[in-house]
Nanobody, 123 residues
Framework: VQLQASGGGLVQAGGSLRLSCAAS????????MGWFRQAPGKEREFVAA????????GYAGSVKGRFTISRQNGENTVHLQLNSLKPEDTAVYYC?????????????????WGQGTLVTVSS
């Protein structure tokens, strides 16, 4: 499956962005999806994950309550709504996919990755 992430940009602290990840796979509904981010000089870290439906989600503690992951299976798309952004949220955000049931919070669990979209939060 090919993944195309979009929606990044420059925003002031406290602002919002909506990231999208479009998948090329017709069986997208059978893929667990995740978002990760990598800040300059830091390792890639887990942000959010979603299973086959919106009822199965997971978040990193640093974003819980501020970010929301959702999916639209009919459009082969997963979204990440970023609210109350902080300068420390600045990073390249990547979407990832794995054809499996469940949610997965480690990068090693995913087989397919998008190219990343840059989010910059100014103070």
């Amino acid at each position: 499956v090919q993944l195309q992430a979009s929606g990044g940009g420059l925003v002031q602290a406290g602002g919002s962005l909506r990231l999208s990840c479009a998948a090329s796979e017709r069986t997208f509904s059978q893929y667990a999806m995740g978002w990760f981010r990598q800040a300059p000089g830091k390792e890639r870290e887990f942000v959010a994950a979603i299973g086959w439906s919106d009822s199965s989600v997971g978040y990193a503690g640093s974003v819980k309550g501020r970010f929301t992951i959702s999916r639209q299976n009919g459009e082969n798309t997963v979204h990440l709504q970023l609210n109350s952004l902080k300068p420390e949220d600045t990073a390249v955000y990547y979407c990832a996919a794995r054809r499996a049931l469940g949610i997965f919070t480690t990068a090693e669990a995913y087989d397919h990755w998008g190219q990343g979209t840059l989010v910059t939060v100014s103070s």
